[in-house]
């Protein structure tokens, strides 16, 4: 396979995954509002098996190691269909919106909200 067919592949595969996450994390104050609290607890798992799989891979995505074999370029969202804005601030934004939805998951199934 031509290496800018790979790398397509990968971006396409990664920003499919992204998506899904990123789903994830923003339903999760949904379904905490609806009192749906096993869809929640559900989300939450999958979020923080991909949490700890960047931990475990020096806080990067493993298909960012897989696209570096197929191109030089290294800007931000060399790896993903993103706009450089996002791949850039991905973690900070999305991990804030994680850590937001979870306290008022949290806060709705302790009865506090």
């Known amino acids: 396979m031509r290496p800018q067919v ?3 592949l990968i971006k396409g595969i990664h920003t499919v995954a992204w998506a899904f996450f990123a789903g994830c994390i923003l339903a999760l104050p949904v379904y905490a509002w609806r009192g749906e ?9 999958i979020v ?3 949490v700890a799989i960047i931990v ?10 897989v696209a570096e074999r197929f191109t030089d370029e290294r800007a931000d ?3 993903i269909y993103l706009p450089l804005w996002l791949a850039r601030y991905n973690k900070q934004i999305f991990g804030s919106l994680f850590a937001l939805g979870l306290l008022y998951t ?3 199934w302790s009865g506090w909200m």
Not at 37 to 45: H, I, N, S
Not at 57 to 64: D, F, G, I
């Open 37 to 45: 609290f096993d869809v929640a607890a559900v989300l939450v798992a």
């Open 56 to 65: 475990v891979n020096e806080w990067r995505c493993p298909l960012t190691n």
């Open 77 to 79: 969202n060399f790896d």
């Open 106 to 108: 949290l806060a709705r």
């Open 48 to 50: 923080l098996v991909e």
């Open 6 to 8: 790979a790398l397509r």
